[in-house]
């Protein structure tokens, strides 16, 4: 039975793909951190097979720690800061976690794993939030950097790590260039699950109206189940390699205004949103669209859901969430 160790286990990203590599048959390891962490009972509601251990990415002796005791053949680095926003506001803490965590793990992994055969193959979570200004249209591996805030320039330092402990210490580390990837279980501080749970709540009665920053930019919006697939599928080529993972689309969060509202029945979102200088940014990404052709290629990997799919079913996930919510049930 292969073993496997997922840092942000309580994430969307860590949910689904603990979920995932459970069915494939692996033992899934979680590292959590904190005292009493309140999402450790729901990972494990969720997937009973999940072990949880105790870790953080800021302290790099609960890093050795915790591989030595999972022996991991696979570690998946999914843990950060990953609100682009809350980076501008804690840049420090942003590059302690997102930036040196990677860092700190790629090192747990190369002493425990020792400097010859190390048999731990390792996943970094890299971010479309690198090419920021971007360079090229669409963006690929070979697209230069230029990161657009401190979570950007956090997430081209452990890539670039990542690369370098590949090609130093000979480490089987891979790097996934992720486009956005959202679903039913994103986090409400991002602004498709910020936009589907308010207009829930709107569909209730239980809310007026939704305060918005920028509508002008553009994602390669995909779903999250589909992407942890793309992670699973880098660990498993012989060579560690770099891949974009996107559905090669883009829509403005407007786009995204007109999906969802459609779906919920109304024929305009104008009345309902307002605009709310709080949520502009200092800097700003305005176009992402990747070219998945190397993932494709490679490994064989094509996303699943459509992007009026992935609108549809988070709409209709907050929906039932938002009226338990009201009913107390939830
Ligand atoms: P998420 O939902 O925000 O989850 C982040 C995870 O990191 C949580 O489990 C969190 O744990 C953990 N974490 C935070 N600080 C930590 C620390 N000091 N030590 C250990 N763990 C810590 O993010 P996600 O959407 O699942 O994304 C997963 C990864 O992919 C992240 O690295 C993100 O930056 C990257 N990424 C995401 C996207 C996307 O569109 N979703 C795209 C590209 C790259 P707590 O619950 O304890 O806070
Ligand atoms: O913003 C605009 C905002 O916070 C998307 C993370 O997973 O993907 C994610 O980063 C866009 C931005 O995601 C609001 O200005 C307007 O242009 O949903 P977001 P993000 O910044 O693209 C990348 C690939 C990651 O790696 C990150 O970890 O929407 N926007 N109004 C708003 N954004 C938010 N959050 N809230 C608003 O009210």
Redesign the pocket.
Known sequence: MKRALI?????????YLSESLAAKGYQVFG????QA?P?ARMVQDENPRLELVD????DMASLIAVLEQVQPDEVY???????VQLSFRQPELTA???GL?VLRMLDAVRIVGGMENNPMRFYQ?????MFGKVREVPQSETTPFHPRSP?GVA?MFGHNITVNYREAYGIHASS???????SE???HE?VTRKITSSLARIKLGLQDTISLGNLESQRDWGH?AD?VEAMWAMLQQDEPDDYVVATGETHSIREFLDVAFRCAGYDSWEPYVSHDVRFDRPAEVDLLIGDPSKAKAKLGWEPKVSFEELVRRMYESDLIEEDKAARGMR
């Open positions: 840092t942000g286990i309580t994430g969307q990203d860590g949910r590292m959590i951190r904190g962490n999402k870790g953080d990415l800021r680095n999914l843990g950060a800061i990953s609100f302690e976690i997102t965590g979570a890299s971010s479309s939030e979570y997430k996934g260039i992720l486009f956005n990837h959202e279980r994103r986090g991002f999250a992407y």
